[in-house]
């Protein structure tokens, strides 16, 4: 991901804030993922307007607490999310990406029927440094429920 976990309290008030605020715009929705027993905060999982690229194209993102990772629990939510960007705000395509050494959401990606398209050097930056990303893309066509 592009960006750092909250450090504390106020960070995650303050991604709460904008992600309602987008929400409201119709530019990004953001759900957070839950155990569902326990109601124990697992991660956020996202769709987010892809401006960027020609046509209804929709991003899809996700982050899941390293304790939870390994579960099923992003595979899970995309689904959903992907269910979501198609059914509800008819897209016509989904990006993704994933930092290049970080093979586990590839992985993911591959599952929920995302093809891999290649690699970008600077679309991606961290901390101020352009990471090279691995990206992957789904036409409406082509989805299907995994």
Known sequence: M???PP???NE???????ALLLWETGEKFVWTVEEKETGTF???????????????VWGLGYWIHP?????GYAT???KEVIRFIFEDLGADSIVSSHLDWN??????????S??????????VVKNGKPMRAAEFWLDRKDWKLC
Request: avoid cysteine.
């Open 2 to 4: 592009s960006w750092n």
């Open 7 to 9: 450090k504390d309290f």
């Open 12 to 18: 995650m008030h303050l991604f709460t804030d904008e």
């Open 42 to 56: 697992i991660g956020r999982v996202e769709a987010k307007r892809a401006r960027e690229l020609p046509g209804n």
């Open 67 to 71: 304790l939870q990772q390994g579960k």
């Open 76 to 78: 899970e939510a995309s």
């Open 103 to 112: 093979e586990a959401s590839g992985k993911v990606l591959r599952k929920i």
């Open 114 to 123: 995302m093809k891999h398209t290649g690699f970008s050097e600077n679309r």
